[in-house]
Every structure is written in C-alpha cells, then in structure tokens.
C-alpha cells in the first residue's frame, strides 16, 4: 500500500489559537457551485448550501471566528480563525476541535446537504490545503488574496478552461499588457492555490 503524503505539519497542535488560511476542492476540480459573471461569482442552490455550511461552523463551535471567505466554482478559500480559552469559563470547559475536525465537519454536513438536494454524486476532494498564518502582514496577504480571487478566475490554475492551458494564460495576459508577451508559467508561482 503506498504512504499517502501528510498534509499537515508534524507536531504542530491544529488546536491552538491562531489563523489558518483554508482551501477546500470539489472532487476533480468539477464546477458546482455557480459561475463566474463580469469578475464575482453567482452561487447556485449548491453554493448557497455551502455558504450556509461555513457559516454554520461558527454558530456551531463559538471559539472559532469567521474571516474572509469565497467560494468559487469548484473551490472554497477561507480564513478560520480559532480563539485562546482565555477568561470565558464557557470555552475554557470545551474540548477545542482541530483545523481537520472542523473542516471534516463542514465538509460532511455540507455533503449531506447537497446530497439530500439532489445531487448524491457531489464529492469534496480527500483531505484539504491549510496554512497557518504566522503575522498580521501574512493575515493581510491571504484576506487580500481571498478578496481578489474571483476577479483572477480567467487566469485562475483551478478554473477548468484554463488548467494546463500555458498557451492561454500567456495570450491573455499579453493582451492585456498592449501586446507584451510575458512568461508566467503554470501558475505554480502563485502563493496560494
């Protein structure tokens, strides 16, 4: 049986307070929750219900804060922020789920949703991507990033008219820059993906 690679960092306790930049893909990068229009995403009924999903994390679990969140057609990127026990004595009794649990719990209440809607082939992609975010001026980048997400769609390494498509990306953008060719790669200098 082969060794699945580890996506998280050994000995790092997903638990503890802080800010974790999450990324959470369909099965095989398909589109299921909207489209993009003119540069913001227009979420369907399968959208929606991931929407009310990540929001219901926080109803869910107090000790944990929303930040920014998007949802793209086949991805979602989000900031979770999880909060010390600190003086309330509410929390300081509560057992804190890690990064993975929390994200396994939207993930499967998510499914079922979706499921239940009509759409019982709906897969999350196994495991997830997560970054723990070390200062406020990385905490800028990653809400700057989110931010900007869907306006970068066209050019986008998840968006399916683009994947794997060089050719595509490098004439666009030379259009964009009056004619200039320019070499930007795969999209594997991207910071986030």
Known sequence: ?????????????????????????????????????????????????????????????????????????????GILQIAGNG??????????????????????TSSKMIHLAGQPDFKWQKSFYDHIIRDENELHSVREYIVNNPISWELDKNNPDVNGNELFVRKDLATRMGGHSRNVGNGRDRSYG
């Open 1 to 77: 049986m082969k060794d699945r690679k580890k996506q998280r960092l050994s000995q790092y306790d997903y638990s503890a307070p802080g800010a974790y930049f999450i990324t959470v893909c369909v099965e095989n990068m398909r589109c299921r929750f909207g489209e993009m229009r003119d540069g913001s995403m227009n979420l369907n009924e399968t959208g929606k219900i991931v929407n009310n999903q990540w929001n219901w994390m926080f109803e869910q679990y107090p000790y944990i804060h929303r930040d920014e969140f998007v949802i793209m057609p086949n991805h979602v990127h």
């Open 87 to 108: 003086r309330d004595r509410s929390l300081q009794e509560q057992k804190i789920k890690t990064i993975s649990e929390l994200i396994g719990a939207f993930k499967t």
